[in-house]
Structure formats: structure tokens, C-alpha cells
């Protein structure tokens, strides 16, 4: 694998501004900066993107802090190919996101995932296919390619036990007890199968055994079934004939209940048919009855015809009288109407007189009394509002002359404060030598003292005044209150006088003005309300309807329409209306004399028939109810027969069962001997299997292939060490792996790996070399291991990637080393070295400066 270009987003120190890292065309560079500023960063950025892995951190940790997704890209070839891979981490949901994709360049120079070249359907294919691609896994570029920062000691510090267990790992000899681990599991999974056929066979032999036994009673059974079959089939045809038997006199029973329901339907026909026959003849005899009454019908229906023509006549003239009934129904209810809203007028208007224009009209003089005392208590209201504005003006007074003494005790406090002040200056003042305060002239003791006299006695004067003073303006302040209290009570009930006088004056304004209209409004009513009563005692309303109304009544009465008779003679027409019904019933008796009496000699013909009938099937049902008698002594039979069937039946079904469990069973022995030669055949090819996988244990254990191994590479890594030590010392040093130590109790030696140093002073242990020594022992054996990692793999090693600080050598030691990176270039397409010192990173031709900022790290090629 070999690294063209790098590209990162917000991977460890890096932001998204970071530029590309382009290595093509480059051999040898150094990555140089100060320490934390990033330079590590870049090769974790290349083993994670290929492998998900960069110095054990978790893909969070890589994350640049603050940020949520980031991204690292990589261009490499493999041979004369070339691929991109690119590997995406995402936190910006409630689940992180992981993608990785891997493209290679085709002919026209661009990068395609399309088909067998693309990325697998999930990041494990496509993680599998960069692996096959490159051929090494993380492990393998770490322990070749790639030496770590403060790990090139790991194999020299080691013990020797330690050491071959790092050597081992390193030619990759874990897969060697893999594949021993497996070979064991699967030899001793072949012998437990083994062990398992082993079982099986003395099974099988054991089955074959009974095949003569099986075979017998098979024979035997298959006789006793054939005699159960024989059996069952005789009690089968017996119990056929049966319920054949059974089924004849059943069908019988049927037509029995057939000719009974016969004999029943026939005697029922010659009950109705004798039935009709009576009715006849009953029928008969009225129309004979009413035949012989042919005069008296006769007489009846001609009264009949008479009673109906007087009835017609009464009915015309009762039809005449309700026209005009109908006519004067609606007159009258007019002149009713008419009557009615007059009344209604006349006695709305009385009651409007009387109950609201008439009292509203004899109310004016007391409204006008009520309107003087208004007037009175209005005037009042004014000597009120006075008194009110004299208590308010008493008020003011007060408040002003209580200001007026409070200032002027503030001046008497100011007068008495500045007579203090002077007191105080001639307390201060020596008697002997004092000066007057006012005039500077100087005082004897008598002096003094008469001045402190003067004026103890004045500022005596001014606190009894300022006393008296804030006393009286105290009181004035009182009386000033009381007298704002009693000034707001006066002022609020003159206030509720003024409102109650207000409303009471425009409720009698109101009702005046009604009183005064219900005057105009009664000089108005009166006249009208005895218009109305006069047209009601005089019948002046409806007087149109009033005429014709009258006229109706005197046609009525040229009428003389009774209703009485009208109701009799409809009464007589009731009372003959019988004959009516005589007639027709004579009538109909003439016409159905002769078809009743026919009639009626059909009926007694049907009725004879009919009994003739019921006779014969009556005779049919008793026959057959002889043959009927038997039938309880065939069912029984027939469940006898039933019974022997079901058990002969349940031994033949057992026999039947008991004959295929033994054709079963003797097909088992026949497969049992088929199975036997198998399984002697799978033992032998086991056996052979368990002795391979044994063989195998042992040639991939530590003494077969891998002991092989490690005696092939442990000279080849000797020689690459010594290479490089001799060029970095000049010859001075080489070292020697031991691979087995003589035991100080004698006997067989015991396997070791011991690193032998020597110099020009002899051969020494590793720890008594300086710092600077062992460094160059330690990188010596570290590019030794990759180049023998190499090797083994079979993956070319075209980049070399040295993450080792060179602090511990000296100038000198630093040279050699740098003639051995020299020394090794042309073994390498790349080199990259990590350093941060300044006189390292000058020797190398191309420098890739790394720096950090507030924005992250970045980089530049020089």
C-alpha cells in the first residue's frame, strides 16, 4: 500500500478547513512540529480510514471536540492500481452513523464504486475487501509498517518467553495454533462420531439378529388375519340381510301411516261432504218456507214504497230549510261580531277613564303641593351650601395661621441654636481675656457672666415660645382637621340632597305632564264612550246584516219545515225496510230451488263415496300391521349381529395393526443390515479421519510447522539487524539471537530466545548499553521485525511509517541513524518520519511542517 494523497475533516486536532495532504512524488519527508500539534494525527488518520483503529481510541474520541460528523480520505496504490477510500463518522442523530466506501480509478482517470470495484453491501464486506486488497490487517501494518511511537523497545525490553511470544505474533505463528486448536476440535469431534458409530453398529447387529423371530410371526399373523377377515365379512352379509329386512317392513310402516292418513283424509271428506248435505237441506226447507209467504211480502213492500215517498218529500223540504240556515248562519255571526267589538270598545274605553285618565286628572293639585315643598327644600339647599363654604373658608384660616407658627418656631429654633453656638464659644473662651461675641471688645469675668445670663434668659424666653407656639398650632391643626372632616360630610350630604331633590323632580315633571294630558285626553273619551253606548241600546251596528238576517227568518217561517215528522217518517221507512230483504231472499229462493235440490243429491253421493274409500284403506293399514309385529324381533337381531361385528371387527383391526407393526419392524431389520455394512464403512473412513487430524495437532503445534518457521526467520531477522546496527556504528555492534540455553543443572537445553550484544569492549547484556545505544539496537531490531513481517505475509512493504523520537541520541547517533534511513531508502517507495527536532528535520529534503491555531492544526510542504 502506498499512500498518495490525504484528506481529513474534524478528525482529532483537524477542522474542515484542513488542507490535502499530497505525497506523490515523494520518498523520503519528515513530519516536524512541536509536540501536540498534530503530527501523530495525520498517520491515525490513515490507520483509521483503512481499518476503523487508531492507538485504541473509540471513533467519539476521535472526533474533534464540538463537532458532530467527520471524515477522513485516502488515495493509495496497490501495484499499478490505484484506490480511494473513504470513511465517514456521524453523531448529528440520536444514533451514530458509520459509513466507509472504497473506489478505484478506472481508464479515464475516475473513481467508480459500480460493480465487482465497488464497496460492499455493508461497512464488515467492505472493510474485508481493503484488508484482501492490501493484504495485512491492522495488526500486520502496526508491527511492520507503521513503528509507533514508544513501542520500538517493546521487543528488546521483552523476556525472552515474552520475546518469542512477540516473534511469534509477528510471523503470524497464532494462525499455526488456530489451525492446531482446530485440527484437536475436529479430531476429537471425529471420535466422538467414531465412538458414536462404534454404538450404533452393536445396535445394528443386534436388530439383524431377530430377522428369523420377526419373520415367524409375521406368518402367524398373517394367518390369524385372514380367518378374523373371513369372520367379519360372514357376521358383515348376515347383518346386510338384516337391516335389508329391516328396511322392507320400515318402507311398510310408511305405507300403513300412508293408507291411515287415507282412511283419515277420506272419512274427514265424508264428514264435510254430509255436512254440505244438511246445510242443503236445511237451505231448502227456508226457501221453501219463504215460497209459501209469497202474499204477505208482497203487502209489506208495497207499504215499504209509501213510507219512502212521504220521507222523500219531508227530506226536500229539510234540504230547502238548512240553505237557509246555512244562509243565515254567517249573518248572524257578523251582527255578533259587530255587537261585540262595540261592547269590547265601550268597556275598554270606561275602564281607561276610570282607572287611568280620570285619576291621573284629579292627582294635579296634590302634584302641585309636591312641587311647592321641592321648591322650599331647594331653597334651603342654598343657605346649606353657604354654610358649607363658610366652614371650608374657617378651614383655610386655620391650616394658615398653624403654617405661620410652625414658621415661625423654626425661626425661634434658628435663634436659639445660633445663642447656643455663642454660649458655647464663651464656655470655651478663658473669663480672664475674653472677647464680646458681637462687638470683639474684651470681657472680665463680670462680663462673662452677665452675657451667659443674657443669654441662658433669652434662649429660656424662646423655648417657652416655640412650647407655646407648637402647642397652639397642634390644636390649630386638630380643629383644621375636624373641621375638613365635618366640611366632607357636609359636602357629601348636601351632595346626596342634591340627587334625591333632582330625581324627585323629574319623576313629578313625568307626572304632571301625564296628569295634564289625561285632562285633554278625558274631554276627548267622554263623548266617544256615549256615542258607543247609545249605538249598543239602539242596535246601530251591522244593520246591512241585520235586514238580511230578517228576510232569512220570514222565508223560515212560510217554510213551516218540521223536523219531528221528517224523523218519524224516516223511523216507518226503518221498520219496513225488512220487506225489502223479504223480497230478494224470495226472489232468490225461486231461483236456487231447483240447483240446491241437485246439489244436494251430489253431496250424498260424495259422502257414500267417500266412506267407501275410508273402508278399504282402514282394511290396507290392518294388513300391514300384521307383518309390522315382527319388526322389534329383527332390530334386536340385527343389534346382536352388530355387536359381534364390532368386536370381530376391533381383533381384526388388532391383528391388522400387530401384522404391519411386524411388516414395519421387518423392514427395519432389512435397512438395520443395509445400515450395518454402512456404518462399518463409515468407522474405517472416521478412524482414518481421527488419525489425520492427530497427525495435523502436531504438525501445526509448536514443534511442527511453527518451530520450522521460527528457525527460518530468526536468522533472517538476525541478518537485517546486524545490517542495520553495523551501518548506524560503524561495526562496532552486533547482536546474536540465542534460540536455546544450557540448563545450570546440565541435562537437555531449554528453549530461549536471548539477545546477545556485543561491541569492541566484548558482549554485554542490553541493559548496560547508554540510552543512545540501546535506541539504535532498539530501531535496528524494529525495521529488522517489519522487514521479516513483510516477508512472511507476502505484502509488499513499499511505505515506512517511524513515529520513534531521536531525543535519546546524540548528534553522532542521530547521523548514523539518518544515514541508516538513507541507507534503507531504496528499499522503500516512501518513508515518512515523525520528529520535532530541528536539526533532524533539516537532513530531509522534504518537510511537512505541522502547526495548530485557534482553527486546529494544519500543515505546509517545504
Known sequence: MLPISLSLSNFLSYRDAAPTLHLEGIRVACLCGPNGNGKSALLDAVTWVLWGKARG???????????????????????????????????????????LELAVRTADGEFTTAGTEGTGDTIRETQARIERLINMDYGTFVNSAFLVQGRADEFTMATPSERKEVLSKVL?????????????????????????????????????????????????????LAEAVAYVNGLAERLQLLRDKIAHLERRQAERDEQDALALR????????????????????????????????????????????HARSLAE??????????????????????????????????????????????????????????????????????????AEESRRQLELEAQTLRLDNEQVEKSGKELGGKL?????????????????????????????????????????????????AEELERQAGEAAAGAERAQRELAAEQQRIAEEQSRLTVQREEAERAVVQLKQAAPLLQQNEAALANGAYAQG??????????????????PAALNAAEAQV????????????????????????????????????????????????????????????????????????????????????RKGSLENEVLQIEQAVADLAQAETQRETLAGEASAYTELALAFGKG??????????????????????RRMTDGRMTLKLETQKERRSGGDAVETLEIVIADELGSRAYEMFSGGERFRIDFAVRIALSKVLAWRSGAPLPTLFIDEGFGTQDTEGRDRILEVIQAIEDRFERILVITHMDDIKEAFPVRIEVTRGPSGSTFSLS
Request: with cysteine.
Open 704 to 725: 511442527g510447522v511453527q518451530a520450522l518457521l521460527m528457525e527460518a526467520a530468526i536468522p533472517r531477522l538476525e541478518d537485517e539487524a546486524n545490517d542495520l546496527l
Open 266 to 309: 277420506a272419512r274427514q271428506r265424508q264428514a264435510d261432504e254430509e255436512t254440505e248435505a244438511a246445510t242443503l237441506n236445511q237451505r231448502l226447507v227456508g226457501w221453501q218456507r219463504t215460497i209459501e209467504r209469497t202474499g204477505e211480502i208482497a203487502q209489506g213492500v208495497a207499504a215499504l214504497q209509501g213510507a219512502r215517498e
Open 424 to 472: 458655647t464659644m464663651l464656655d470655651h473662651e478663658h473669663t480672664d481675656g475674653a472677647t464680646c461675641p458681637l462687638c470683639s471688645s474684651e470681657l472680665g469675668p463680670d462680663g462673662v457672666e452677665r452675657i451667659r445670663a443674657s443669654y441662658e434668659s433669652e434662649i429660656s424666653g424662646l423655648r417657652q415660645r416655640y412650647a407655646a407656639q407648637k402647642q397652639r
Open 545 to 562: 246584516e241585520q235586514a238580511a238576517a230578517k228576510g232569512l227568518r220570514e222565508q223560515l217561517a212560510v217554510l213551516s219545515f218540521d
Open 172 to 224: 503470524g505463528l497464532g494462525r499455526y495454533d488456530e489451525l492446531a486448536e482446530r485440527a484437536r476440535l475436529r479430531g476429537r469431534d471425529v471420535r466422538t462420531k467414531l465412538d458414536a458409530t462404534a454404538i450404533n453398529i452393536d445396535r445394528l447387529r443386534e436388530r439383524a439378529a431377530k430377522a428369523g423371530e420377526t419373520r415367524a410371526a409375521l406368518a402367524e399373523a398373517e394367518g390369524e
Open 57 to 99: 481510541q473509540r471513533h467519539e474520541q476521535l472526533l474533534h471536540h464540538g463537532q458532530t460528523e467527520m471524515r477522513v480520505e485516502l488515495v493509495f496504490d496497490v501495484g499499478s492500481e490505484r484506490y480511494r477510500v473513504s470513511r465517514r463518522y456521524s453523531q448529528a442523530r440520536r444514533n451514530a452513523q458509520s459509513s
Open 317 to 390: 223540504a229539510a234540504q230547502q230549510a238548512y240553505a237557509l240556515r246555512t244562509q243565515l248562519a254567517p249573518l248572524e255571526n257578523a251582527i255578533g261580531q259587530a255587537r261585540a267589538r262595540l261592547e269590547s270598545d265601550a268597556q275598554a274605553q270606561r275602564q281607561h277613564i276610570d282607572t287611568q285618565l280620570t285619576p291621573r286628572a284629579e292627582s294635579l293639585p296634590s302634584l302641585q303641593r309636591a312641587q311647592d315643598e321641592l321648591t322650599e327644600r331647594q331653597a334651603a339647599m342654598e343657605g346649606r351650601r353657604n354654610d358649607a363654604a363658610q
Open 574 to 657: 226503518q221498520e219496513l225496510v225488512h220487506w225489502e230483504e223479504e223480497r230478494l231472499a224470495l226472489a232468490t229462493a225461486r231461483e236456487r230451488m231447483d240447483d240446491d235440490t241437485a246439489a244436494l243429491e251430489r253431496a250424498r253421493a260424495r259422502a257414500s263415496e267417500a266412506a267407501s274409500d275410508a273402508a278399504r284403506a282402514e282394511q290396507a293399514s290392518a294388513a300391514i300391521a300384521e307383518e309390522l309385529a315382527e319388526l322389534p324381533s329383527w332390530k334386536a337381531q340385527r343389534g346382536q349381529v352388530e355387536e359381534e361385528l364390532r368386536v370381530a371387527s376391533a381383533a381384526r383391526d388388532s391383528l391388522q395393526a
